[in-house]
């Protein structure tokens, strides 16, 4: 698929995740915190592409170890 359809797709998405902000949220926002918060989704909206193209299976296990703290001594 050539990039541009991919770009073309994320700014469409980012698009319909800020009408969603703007329908909820715009009565609230200033001109200067609607665009942050554009910016923002078209970052996210990327980043989720990128961890998409990784390739995992059923097999694949966390690459995190989870340790709760339990304090110090």
Excluded: C, I, K
């Excluded at 329908?23 to 942050?36: I, K, P, Q, W």
């Amino acid at each position: 698929m050539p990039e541009s359809n991919g770009s073309e797709r994320h700014a469409a998405m980012a698009r319909g995740l800020m009408d969603a902000v703007r329908a909820r949220y715009g009565d609230r926002l200033s001109a200067e915190e609607e665009e942050r918060v554009a910016d923002e989704l078209r970052r996210m909206v990327e980043a989720a592409e990128a961890l998409r193209r990784v390739p995992l299976t059923n097999a694949d296990e966390p690459d995190v170890l989870f340790r709760p703290y339990r304090g110090e001594g």
